[in-house]
């Protein structure tokens, strides 16, 4: 039998095309149907695709990741690391083309230095400011000069004066040591050195000069304790001004949080971190200025004992005034005639026969003081001083009349001097101190009650070089005053003695006051006009007149006021009563003594208080009555006015 199949089967009973469409049928399901694996490998294709696909995305993300971790890295990196950029010098030290820039004493100034053949040349106002106004510059003799206590260095300004003169030599230098520099003259720096204390370094590249003086601030010393830099303003980041090696010192200017202001002997001013140094028990620069080789020195001769001085104005024979004028005098130990006058402006001298004079007072244990005064006639005293020919004129002539008729004292009583001519007085007084110094003869110097249009009197410098200054304590309200008012309120005369003391120390001051008052008279039209009158002539007055008078705490003075002949009559009394407080305000500030203006307008009983205070046995309680501070007053803005309104009566008396 043989084996039967399907195929037979399906070959015996399908036509031809029948059986085509059953093949077709079969390849379309074998098709169709696939085997597991291949179906893994399908799938595995497809994730594979999957993949492929977000391949580049997962790649960008990565490198933004990196990138923006290098960018931020980089920032953090620049953020917290120390920065490199080096600061502009040049527009650190303000430099300008054929000039300095100065530090001065480790602070950057503004004014500049300028450099003539290789060497540093400072302003004359510069050299005002920062070192010295004890230079004496005279342009139209082409000199400048300097007084010690005991000589005048002279040189020449010009580029071809290479050389300065003493008293007994010439001593030659290689540079030019004050030159003509057009808008001023100019100090060479190491001429400078020969009379001040100075330390000085010039920088090129910026051009600068480190300079330090005997006013050198006193900074802590620090040293660096790793490799750092001076920064121009705290901060990383700040541009480098210096750099510090480890080891440097430094001085400590200010201490802040995390850094500090800082200098390098080098000039630079800027900032370091504070952990990068170790502060020292020390004074930065840490060296001494050097000492000039001609210092300046004051020298003074006092008198001894507490001052009592009687100005005695004489115009004639003054010797027949002396016995009449001092009859009733008390306490007083030095008079004060003024024997001698500037006539003009050439400084031609009047003098008045001295030797009788001294004589008589030297009889009664008083001795004198010469004034030497040029408010008697027109002198410009700009022009009799200016020229070095007549100061030195001048000068011998009072030591000539000083030594032969044995005057013990120079007064000098110049009123007229300008603002213009300032400088020319103080020089006299510097070269004629040298000789009063040198012959044993006492210097004083009057001057008006301390105010701003007269402080170019400089009683700061009169106070270095003479031997006592007195202050002319009146005329707060002056014969032409527009006002009336006392001649000498307390407030005024405290005023000009606590003013002075500022300036001049207190065994130097004498206090003036006055034997003389003012009657004011007032008119209908508010027209003021005045008479000055002494002690005993107002006491006459006030009774001719029938006034009363009452004490006033205000100016501590006794006051009156009534109508006279149809004017407003008003007047404060000079008398013992107020002279008494004035001395103990005297006593209170310790000065050397008083003086009176003037000899012949007292009362006999005021000389009872002078000797009082001679004694030291003043009545205490004969002072101003306190009173209490209104709110909003001023009273030293009061006080300042009515002085400087005073002072600007210039020489009436």
Not at 104 to 126: C, R, T
Not at 486 to 514: C, H, Q, W
Request: charged share 30%; hydrophobic share 40%; glycine share 6%.
């Amino acid at each position: 039998m043989s084996e039967w199949s399907i195929d037979d089967e399906i070959e015996e009973e399908l036509t031809d095309d029948e059986l085509d469409d059953e093949l077709d049928d079969e390849i379309i399901r074998v098709r169709k149907k696939k085997p597991a694996k291949d179906g893994r490998k399908k799938r595995k294709k497809k994730k594979k695709g999957a993949f492929l696909k977000i391949l580049p995305v997962i790649i960008a993300v990565l490198l933004i990741i990196v990138v923006g971790g290098a960018f931020y890295g980089q920032k953090l990196m620049e953020k917290y690391s120390y920065g490199t950029e080096r600061a502009d010098l040049n527009e650190y030290f303000h430099t300008e083309a054929g000039k300095l820039s100065v530090v001065m004493n480790f602070e950057k100034i503004e004014e500049k230095a300028v450099l003539i053949d290789g060497k540093p040349y400072f302003s004359q106002e510069f050299v005002k400011q920062y070192f010295t106004d004890h230079f004496y510059v005279n342009e139209e003799e082409k000199a400048v000069l300097y007084t010690t206590h005991d000589q005048t260095i002279k040189c020449m300004i010009g580029e071809d004066f290479k050389y300065y003169l003493t008293a007994d030599r010439q001593v030659d230098l290689d540079y030019a040591p004050v030159i003509d520099g057009g808008d001023s003259v100019y100090f060479a720096v190491d001429y400078l050195k020969l009379f001040t204390f100075i330390k000085y370094e010039v920088y090129s590249n910026p051009d600068y000069m480190v300079v330090c003086t005997d006013d050198l601030p006193g900074y802590t010393a620090a040293v660096v304790n790793k490799d750092t830099a001076i920064r121009y303003q705290g901060g990383i980041k700040s541009p480098i001004l210096e750099d510090l090696p480890s080891g440097t010192r430094i001085g400590v200017v200010e201490v802040l949080e995390d850094w500090a202001k800082v200098c390098s002997v080098h000039g630079m001013i800027g900032y370091v971190e504070v952990k990068q140094f170790d502060e020292l028990e020390e004074q930065f620069p840490g060296y001494l200025v050097e000492e000039p080789e001609i210092p300046l020195q004051y020298q003074s001769i006092s008198y001894n004992g507490k001052i009592n001085m009687a100005f005695h104005q004489v115009f004639a024979d003054p010797a027949s005034h002396f016995s009449g004028d001092t009859a009733e005098v008390k306490s007083v130990n030095i008079m004060a005639p003024t024997l001698f006058r500037i006539k003009d402006s050439d400084g031609t001298i009047e003098a008045l026969p001295a030797e009788k004079y001294v004589a008589a007072a030297k009889e009664k244990g008083m001795d004198v003081w010469a004034v030497w005064t040029d408010v008697d006639y027109e002198v410009d005293m700009k022009q009799v001083l200016k020229s070095s020919t007549r100061r030195r004129a001048i000068i011998d002539r009072m030591i000539e009349e000083s030594t032969s008729a044995g005057i013990s004292g120079i007064n000098i009583d110049f009123e007229r001097v300008s603002s213009e001519g300032a400088d020319d007085f103080i020089q006299f007084l510097r070269e004629l101190s040298v000789e009063t110094h040198k012959n044993g003869i006492i210097l004083s110097v009057d001057n008006y009650a301390l105010a701003s249009v007269t402080g170019f009197y400089n009683r700061k410098e009169q106070g270095n070089v003479v031997d006592y200054v007195v202050i002319m304590g009146y005329d707060e309200h002056w014969a032409s005053s527009p006002t009336p008012g006392s001649v000498a309120s307390i407030d005024y005369v405290e005023r000009g003695i606590r003013e002075t003391l500022k300036e001049v120390p207190a065994e130097k001051v004498i206090n003036a006051v006055p034997f003389y008052t003012r009657i004011w008279r007032t008119n209908d039209e508010g027209k003021v006009g005045s008479d000055t009158i002494g002690m005993q002539m107002q006491k006459d007055w006030i009774e001719q007149v029938g006034m009363t008078t009452a004490w006033d705490n205000e100016t501590c003075q006794n006051y009156g006021e009534m109508e006279v002949g149809g004017k407003n009559c008003q007047i404060w009394l000079e008398d013992a009563e107020s002279l008494e407080v004035k001395l103990n305000v005297m006593d209170s500030y310790n000065i050397a003594g008083v003086a009176e203006w003037k000899l012949g307008f007292e009362t006999p009983d005021i000389w009872d208080v002078f000797e009082k205070y001679m004694a030291g046995t003043l009545n205490p309680e004969a002072v101003k009555p306190a009173e209490p501070e209104e709110a909003g007053t001023d009273a030293t803005a009061t006080d300042a006015a009515a002085t400087d309104a005073a002072a600007e009566q210039g020489a009436e008396q």
